[in-house]
T-cell receptor, first 111, second 113 residues
Framework: DAKTTQPPSMDCAEGRAANLPCNHS???????VYWYRQIHSQGPQYIIH???NNETNEMASLIITEDRKSSTLILPHATLRDTAVYYC????????????FGPGTRLSVLP | EAGVTQSPTHLIKTRGQQATLRCSPI?????VYWYQQALGLGLQFLLW???????NRGNFPPRFSGRQFPNYSSELNVNALELEDSALYLC????????????FGEGSWLTVV
């Protein structure tokens, strides 16, 4: 699975959009980008995933660059409850492939 | 629909003892994954079970083992506990087939004293 690089920490003002970047310059054509988040000492929560098109759901939007070497997770109106560690993972959608979690980005939403 | 459930929430054991952690996957999910997260550290893949068989294993010693039951629930056993086994143990489940997003439970905290 391709390696990802994320900033260790970011701050965002409450009510503003939080834009979390992820670099995955060695991603291969059949690898998807997944995002999870982990609120302090809880189990990771699935957010969104995509291959090459931008994706949106009720939680967030995922913007993947045309060359697929980077992506951005957007939380449109961050709240204090969005404070968490956000993990960007790239993996092949093969059956049973385990998810490899890096250190992620610690997002602090400030009042 | 119920999510992944894990028990116990907290467990305290003495060094050298055995610990057993349990996981019930989401209904319809046949795969169960176990991860270890030591305090302040990242998630480390432990084991993957599917259809009752161990399919993949992370870089952990053999004293970490488990099994999956016919109802797809799973058990993680840690023998000869060491202090550094103190961690949050997370279980995740997924459907069989491609494109299988995994969904996590809230975890079991194991403290070894």
């Amino acid at each position: 699975d391709a390696k990802t690089t994320q900033p260790p920490s970011m701050d965002c003002a409450e009510g503003r959009a939080a834009n979390l970047p992820c670099n995955h310059s060695t991603i291969s054509g059949n690898e998807y980008v997944y995002w999870y988040r982990q609120i302090h000492s809880q189990g990771p929560q699935y957010i969104i995933h995509g291959l090459k098109n931008n994706e949106t759901n009720e939680m967030a939007s995922l913007i993947i660059t045309e060359d697929r070497k980077s992506s951005t997770l957007i939380l449109p109106h961050a709240t204090l409850r969005d404070t968490a560690v956000y993990y960007c993972i790239v993996r092949v959608r093969n059956y049973g492939q385990n998810f490899v979690f890096g250190p992620g980005t610690r997002l602090s939403v400030l009042p | 629909e119920a999510g992944v459930t894990q028990s116990p929430t907290h467990l305290i054991k003495t060094r050298g003892q055995q610990a057993t952690l349990r996981c019930s996957p989401i209904s319809g999910h046949t795969s169960v994954y176990w991860y270890q997260q030591a305090l302040g550290l990242g998630l480390q893949f432990l084991l993957w079970y599917d259809e009752g068989e161990e399919r993949n294993r992370g870089n952990f010693p053999p004293r970490f083992s488990g099994r999956q039951f016919p109802n797809y629930s799973s058990e993680l056993n840690v023998n000869a506990l060491e202090l550094e086994d103190s961690a949050l143990y997370l279980c995740a489940s997924s459907r069989q087939g491609t494109g299988n997003t995994i969904y996590f439970g809230e975890g079991s905290w194991l403290t070894v004293v």
